[in-house]
């Protein structure tokens, strides 16, 4: 397939290029970017002037539910989400049925989203047999197989030196570690974030230290072994602040955050809104305001939707009851463009924590739309204004506590390896 777009703004944080330009794509890769591009013969032109072109985005952290939870999403419509919201690849985490924790589930992860997927599906391997926290899982046979880090995502690995054999058995594969962060022993079972707005609802808090205890045990543990270090969906001042100090110590460290805990603190949940009930907990508003400095400065590398879908009867008898996540592939990068028009950040990055920087943080493909790249690519329309309607969302559920807000900018093209995966006019 043989595109022309002609006339955007071409972004791409990862080659320092912000500019309006035209951009080529043939053979599944980027052929040129350049201004005033002639269309070869039989090549489909798409004016796309007052758009913004960037690299496709890039999701280091979903949950996909296939296997063994199809009822809440599967490989075809999760990927469906993501190419509706922009994202080219996505990371799925291993806490399926069965545990993605040996090589033959991975091979049918990779396999299926062959076959079905409307974007590229990296498996991430479980740490432990089980997710169980005890016995190592086989990293050489995942890898081998197509996972791209390891994690037991959904569960802390509370075991010291059981996460230290982890490191160090990633680091000779040469692989990062993604960590849950959450003592369980403090978190005891928590409902929402530790503070009046839980005490005032009759709920069991969680303090930031349940997160922030296991970053810093964690970064010994990294300063120790020298493995790649992942910490996945930050919430608390205290873990950024962990986290600052370990790259300013050359630690091998990467982090990400979420939109809805960069977007939301815990006085949504006094709505009694299931889908404000998130693991971890949606935090206060110092928390909200050290995430925006945190992902502004690149002391929080990317940004990961954690796009945990559940079915209607999963998610009903109230914020006790009810299982942690929401559905946020379709939502990311609006909830982002929001953070720039309010100046938390530049544009520059924003693309950049959504495409270059999970791109390097796994060592993985895109996130550039250098010639030769393969042609990921998003559109985006910054002025789009469109209403969050669960029912019109792509993902099998619809657990967003998003519903009604009304959001500026969407992507209205996505492509993916040089395939159009999404098109809106």
Known sequence: MSLLLRGGRVLDPAGSVDRTADLLVEDGRIARVEPGLDAPAGCRVIEVAGRIVAPGLIDPHVHLREPGQEHKEDLETGTRAAAAGGFTTVCCMPNTKPVNDCRAVT?????????????????????????????????????AAGAVAFSDDGRCVMNA???????????????????????????????AHESAVAARAGLVGEPAAAESVIVARDLELVELTGARYHVAHVSAAASVRLVRDAKRRGLPVTAEVTPHHLTLTDEA???????TRVNPPLRGADDRD?????????????IATDHAPHSPAEKEGGLGAAAPGLVGLETALALGLRLVAAGVLPLARLI???T???AGAFGLPGGTLAPGAPADVVVIDPDRLWTVTPAALHSKSKNTPFAGWELRGKAVLTLCGGTLTHEEA
């Open 107 to 143: 091979e049918s992860i990779v396999r299926r989203a062959r076959e079905v997927g409307a974007a590229r599906v990296c498996p991430i391997g479980a740490i432990t047999k089980g997710s169980a926290g005890e016995v190592l899982a086989d990293f050489d046979e995942m890898r």
């Open 161 to 191: 030196a059981v996460m230290r054999r982890a490191l160090e058995r990633a680091r000779a594969l040469g692989l990062p570690v993604s960590q849950h962060c959450q003592d369980e022993h403090l978190a005891r079972q928590a409902v």
């Open 352 to 354: 950049a924590a959504m």
């Open 356 to 358: 270059v920087a999970p």
């Open 290 to 302: 050290a995430l925006w400095e945190g992902l502004a400065d690149g002391t929080l590398d990317c």
């Open 269 to 275: 949940i006094a709505s009694g809104d299931t889908s």
